[in-house]
């Protein structure tokens, strides 16, 4: 076999590495693929060339295959293909004198187990104490934290 076709299939296959880390990540053909062109390549030097050779043909693959993935990641190759944003929205801290234990409210979605209702003119998230409880029902406040406040429905 010709040294060109050996260094073909390793090339090849540093490329569907390439294409399996920043095009199809996990573990699919192009990954697969990608490391039996390297390995053919390396089985080839060592069958056609000897055990030196191939063994200079595996170094030379192990350190072009390290490089490339070292410089596909550490470049600005993510931050070409990568989401940029920043969150920015911020969870409403509920104020203690408004909302106190056993004050009462309805809800304005069913709380299944979580869900919104309304209090003092104030709308906010609340965990159900149990179960599910159904929309436009009398809950009563059991117990207030910094952003919701756990409910339990009013017997009537």
Request: charged share 15%; proline share 3%.
């Amino acid at each position: 076999m010709n040294l060109l076709i050996i260094i073909l299939l390793i090339v090849t296959g540093i490329f569907l590495f390439a294409v399996e880390f920043l095009l199809i990540p996990g573990i699919t053909i192009a990954g697969i693929g990608g490391f039996l062109f390297i390995a053919a390549g390396i089985y080839f030097g060592y069958a056609e060339y000897g055990t030196p050779i191939g063994h200079y043909i595996f170094a030379a693959s192990l350190v072009l295959t390290a490089s490339g993935l070292y410089f596909m990641l550490r470049g600005k190759t993510w931050k070409r293909t990568m989401l940029n944003t920043n969150i920015e929205g911020k969870v409403p801290e509920i104020n203690a004198l408004e909302v106190k234990i056993g004050d009462h409210a309805i809800t304005t979605s069913r709380l299944a187990p979580i869900g919104k209702i309304k209090i003092n003119d104030t709308f906010m998230e609340a965990k159900s104490q149990s179960g599910f409880i159904d929309q436009k029902t009398e809950v009563e406040i059991v117990k207030v934290f910094k952003t919701n406040v756990i409910v339990k429905p009013v017997k009537k």
